[in-house]
């Protein structure tokens, strides 16, 4: 499969705490992309960090990627109940397209 | 600002019929817009990529002819599912790419449409 593959496929964490999402993938890449989905609606870019980045943060959230490992993960730090949603990453390839992974579902318990 | 919308948001229709979606990006131009399905639980599958004023590039496995594609303008893209059947029922978003912006890998998603063939 072209998509990318994300750990875990569930998460489930108390408010406060912080909530990690990790995303695999196979072939190279010329960005890398996060996005947002509550259920039934559309996505929100989160965040974007390209190939020669190794860490970027926006507000509570913070990416990292390893290139040399394929893989990335998204943090989300002192979580809120309005952070439930399902997490995708999505691979740029430098050829306007995004291929996504199969998604984190997040779940804040208040 | 980035807004992209969709319409109509939901749509039942009877076996057969044809469906039109509409995406629109309200507040800047997009040359490149994309049609993504998503089944319940799943990922977003592209199913084609489409460029205003030429036709548009569909994955392998879509097809054409099922799923017609116009983007006429900058700010326009419509996506219709032909002669509809129920496994066409699906969850249908549009996203956009602002035309000319350095550095503008981002697709700003539409909200989705929910299309259900009875």
């Known amino acids: 499969s072209q998509q990318g593959e994300e750990d875990p496929q569930a998460l489930s964490i108390q408010e406060g705490e912080n909530a990690t999402m990790n995303c695999s993938y196979k072939t190279s890449i010329n960005n890398l992309q996060w996005y947002r989905q509550n259920s039934g609606r559309g996505l929100v870019h989160l965040i974007l960090i390209r190939s020669n980045e190794r860490e970027k943060h926006s507000g509570r959230l913070r990416v990292t990627l390893d290139t040399s490992k394929k893989s990335s993960s998204l943090l989300i730090t002192a979580s809120r109940a309005a952070d439930t949603a399902t997490y995708f990453c999505a691979r740029g390839s430098g050829n306007e397209k995004l291929t996504f992974g199969t998604g984190t579902r997040l779940t804040i318990i208040p | 600002g980035a807004v992209v919308s969709q319409h109509p948001s939901r749509v039942i229709c009877k076996s057969g019929t044809s469906v039109k979606i509409e995406c629109r990006s309200l507040d800047f131009q997009a040359t490149t817009m994309f049609w993504y399905r998503q089944f319940p639980k799943q990922s977003l599958m592209l199913m084609a990529t489409s460029n205003e004023g030429s036709k548009a590039t569909y994955e392998q496995g879509v097809e054409k002819d099922k799923f017609l594609i116009n983007h006429a303008s900058l700010t326009l893209s419509t996506l219709t599912v032909t002669s509809a059947h129920p496994e066409d029922s699906s969850f249908y978003i549009c996203?956009?790419?602002?035309?000319?912006?350095?550095?503008?890998?981002?697709?700003?998603f539409g909200p989705g449409t929910r299309l259900l063939v009875l």
């Open positions: 996203s956009a790419r602002e035309a000319g912006r350095s550095g503008g890998e981002t697709q700003y």
